[in-house]
């Protein structure tokens, strides 16, 4: 089945440590990756997405994240992480479905905290 | 500003009460949908329409209704709410299901449900 795995639900850190989010997806075929950001009492907002090309993507904020195919992963990185970070981070992607339609698959979340 | 906006932000039914959410964007996309955001479940989507006139289900329709008015309307109803549908809800809109050049969904702020 087609899903999105998060593995690290709450992760905690100082200010100006490195972060990396883990993002794993179960498809074999093309697919179109997302991480979303969501700060405490706001919608979701896009930090990055990737649809071809460089399989390194730099996004919004000093994120970027990396599609390893072989790994079916595309992992959230950040060298230094501000307290103005705190909020919760989502992967997504876009899955086809019948007829032509796709549908965009959430991962359950990832709580960052940063302690400054 | 453009984007989706939802009403109510806010709601609280009784068990049993119906209520309808609505959502309308002003970005001229095609495609609108409807998620719940659950705690540590991420996003699901409920219902989608692909574009104006289209309606399909989700992972989690049991128990919603949906309406894409026009294009720029998509609405979600609750017929008879259950405590288990006390969710946040999104809703979502891109310029097509097949959104490979923008910039992705975007979501309104949300609506904060709960059933007692």
């Known amino acids: 089945a087609q899903s999105v795995s998060q593995h690290n639900h709450h992760v905690i850190l100082s200010e100006a440590a490195s972060l990396e989010l883990g993002c794993n997806y179960s498809y074999g075929g093309t697919v179109n990756l997302f991480w979303y950001v969501q700060y405490p009492g706001q919608h979701l907002q896009l930090l990055l997405k990737y649809f071809s090309g460089d399989p390194l993507v730099k996004g919004i904020k000093g994120f970027e994240a990396e599609f390893i195919k072989s790994k079916f992963s595309f992992n959230l990185r950040k060298p230094s992480v501000q307290w103005s970070d705190t909020a919760e981070y989502f992967c997504a992607v876009i899955f086809p479905l019948n007829f032509g339609n796709e549908k965009l698959t959430f991962g359950t979340g990832t709580r960052l905290t940063i302690i400054p | 500003n453009a984007g989706v906006t939802q009403t109510p932000k806010f709601q609280v039914l009784k068990t049993g009460q119906s209520m309808t959410l609505q959502c309308a964007q002003d970005?001229?996309?095609?495609?609108m949908y409807w998620y719940r955001q659950d705690p540590g479940m991420g996003l699901r989507l409920i219902y989608y329409?692909?574009?104006?006139?289209?309606?399909d289900k989700g992972e989690v329709p049991n128990g919603y209704n949906v309406s894409r008015l026009n294009k720029r309307e998509f609405s979600l109803r609750l017929e008879s709410a259950a405590p288990s549908q006390t969710s946040v809800y999104f809703c979502a809109s891109s310029e097509s299901v097949r959104d490979r050049g923008g910039y992705g969904y975007t979501f309104g702020s949300g609506t904060r449900l709960t059933v007692v």
């Open positions: 970005m001229n996309h095609n495609s």
């Open positions: 329409s692909a574009s104006e006139g289209t309606t």
